[in-house]
Structures are given as C-alpha cells and as structure tokens.
C-alpha cells in the first residue's frame, strides 16, 4: 500500500519559516512527479509547487521567491521549504505523487501564520 506521510506543518508567525517533508513509501520514487498542493478554509485545492524526475521545478505566482521545493530520491522523501511567510499562506499542505494515471495523495499537514 503507497503510504505518503507529511510531517513539519506547525503555528509561525508571519515571515517566519516552516520545512514541510512528505516521505513515500512502496513507489519507485524517483520516476514520480512529486508536487505540494494547499487548501485553505472555504477555498479550492491549489497547487503550490511541483519537482519533476529531472529536478525541474514550478511554482504558483503567490509563492514564488519565498517557497523551495526539492528532493532527496534516497531517502524517498520530497521538501517544502516555506520562507517569508505570510498569513495568506495558511492552509492544509498536501503531498502528492503521480506518473501517468497513478497519483497518490498525503493525509495533509496543517500550516498555520499567525501572529
């Protein structure tokens, strides 16, 4: 069973900094496209950044500058380092993975800016 766990969401106050992780296991991970999605309350699902097999990354417009998405395919594991950040940043954090028409989700870290 394809397990994707996120850890390091948490309360920081605005322009401070959060490493969000999301370890995989049972997938060849390194053939995935892994990406970070958010959620905020009453809004749509969005997605914030995505790394592909050869590193290329993208990123939405809002987060662009502050946010770093990168991988470690040794340890299975794809990062989000969340830098300046602003309250308009809170939202649960989802983890995914896909290739072709597989695409396996996280149960979400929730990260709150406040002050």
């Known amino acids: 069973q394809v397990q994707l766990v996120e850890s390091g969401g948490g309360l920081v106050q605005p322009g401070g900094s959060l490493r969000l992780s999301c370890a995989a296991s049972?997938?060849?991970?390194?053939?995935?496209?892994m990406s970070w999605d958010r959620q905020a309350p009453g809004k749509q699902r969005e997605l914030v950044a995505s790394?592909?097999?050869?590193?290329?990354?993208n990123y939405v417009d809002a987060v662009k500058g502050r946010f770093t998405i990168f991988r470690d395919n040794a340890k299975s594991t794809v990062y989000l380092q969340m830098n300046r950040l602003k309250p308009e940043d809170t939202a649960v954090y989802f983890c995914?993975?896909?290739?072709?028409?597989?695409?396996?989700w996280g149960q979400g870290t929730q990260v709150t800016v406040s002050s």
């Open positions: 049972t997938i060849p991970f390194s053939i995935y496209t």
């Open positions: 790394i592909g097999i050869d590193d290329s990354t």
């Open positions: 995914n993975a896909q290739r072709g028409v597989s695409e396996y």
